[in-house]
């Protein structure tokens, strides 16, 4: 079993950064693919950010390209979403995700088996 739990979430201005960070527990981290989804109040669930297994190969939504950079340490069982230039729509409760057995990573929040509880990001204008 696999536990994630996110921090770094926080009240921002619009134009600032955050970082966010998910440790894993269990041995399965180093292989799994992972992500970053989030959700705003009244919406669904979207996908953010993925990065393989290695860290080789990262995928973004084109609404946070070129402002939000995932990464992992594998050593420290980490992933993590450096958030820049933020947004008051980027205001959401952010998630982490992981898809264990070296699969793909994916957008689709449904190829991904453990998820963190959450961690709110609040974008003032």
């Known amino acids: 079993q696999v536990q994630l739990v996110e921090s770094g979430g926080g009240l921002v201005q619009a134009g600032g950064s955050l970082r966010l960070s998910c440790a894993a527990s269990?041995?399965?981290?180093?292989?799994?693919?992972m992500a970053w989804f989030r959700q705003a109040p009244g919406k669904e669930r979207e996908f953010v950010a993925t990065?393989?297994?290695?860290?080789?190969?990262?995928d973004y939504a084109d609404s946070v390209k070129g402002r939000f950079t995932i990464s992992r340490v594998n050593a420290k069982n980490t992933v993590y979403l450096q958030m820049n230039s933020l947004k008051p729509e980027d205001t959401a409760v952010y998630y982490c995700?992981?898809?264990?057995?070296?699969?793909?990573?994916?957008?689709?929040?449904?190829?991904?088996?453990?998820w963190g509880q959450g961690t709110q990001v609040t974008v003032s204008s």
């Open positions: 995700a992981g898809r264990p057995g070296y699969g793909s990573p994916s957008v689709r929040r449904g190829e991904y088996t453990y």
């Open positions: 269990g041995r399965t981290f180093s292989s799994s693919a």
């Open positions: 990065i393989n297994w290695s860290g080789s190969s990262t």
